[in-house]
């Protein structure tokens, strides 16, 4: 299987925090986004962002910027659907997906999906621990995107349903403490800062 290409999905409205962009907040001297793309960047063949809006706020980055094609902010599908359209005019079979508010998500995350998917014909693979799945991260199938419109289109809205619906499969990390830890609310933000200055 070819290497995947890699979409940030930075498509969500971020109301706990007082809505704004996540993506662009700070942790110490990068933001969130820069944080995601080092880890991510590596992992993947090529890398895009999908975001809705003006795309220009995310100019520094130098990435690609895909908008929903689905309209009234439905979910991460959308971002899913975005992404696959955007490999699909590339020649790619595959797409991982990640959170942007997510900073610490594992450097391996895409070769642990590839290995959760070996076997299966059109791969489809959600990262999980123990306390269940992780449907922002995921490993995504660019032959599936015309069946993921038809769904988004007549209303599905939930991830694991879905993935499920196409015998999508896990990803199991179930290391200490949690590699998807995603940052929410103000005291998450600081949480996640107090986290990097740790690892740093």
């Known amino acids: 299987m070819k290497q995947p290409l890699g979409v940030i999905l930075a498509?969500?409205?971020?109301?706990?925090?007082?809505?704004?962009?996540?993506?662009?907040l700070k942790l110490g001297e990068v933001t969130l986004l820069d944080q995601v793309i080092d880890r991510l960047q590596p992992q993947v063949s090529d890398l895009a962002l999908n975001a809705n809006g003006d795309a220009t706020r995310f100019a520094q980055f130098d990435l690609p910027v895909l908008a929903d094609s689905i309209e009234g902010f439905v979910g991460p599908l959308a971002g899913v659907l975005a992404g696959l359209d955007w490999a699909a005019g590339k020649g790619?079979?595959?797409?991982?997906?990640?959170?942007?508010?997510?900073?610490?998500?594992?450097?391996?995350?895409?070769p642990r999906l590839l290995a959760a998917s070996e076997g299966q014909n059109v791969p489809l693979v959600l990262a999980a621990t123990p306390d269940g799945r992780h449907p922002t991260f995921g490993l995504w199938p660019v032959a599936r995107r015309d069946d993921l419109r038809n769904a988004l289109t007549t209303g599905l809205r939930k991830v694991v349903q879905w993935t499920d619906s196409h015998g999508g499969r896990e990803a199991l990390f179930d290391?200490?403490?949690?590699?998807?830890?995603?940052?929410?609310?103000?005291?998450?933000?600081?949480?996640?800062?107090?986290?990097?200055?740790?690892?740093?």
């Open 11 to 24: 498509g969500g409205l971020a109301r706990r925090m007082g809505g704004g962009d996540k993506a662009l």
């Open 92 to 110: 790619a079979d595959t797409i991982v997906t990640v959170a942007a508010d997510t900073p610490f998500f594992p450097h391996d995350l895409v």
């Open 175 to 200: 290391g200490a403490g949690d590699p998807f830890f995603n940052v929410n609310t103000p005291e998450d933000l600081e949480r996640a800062r107090t986290l990097r200055e740790a690892q740093t």
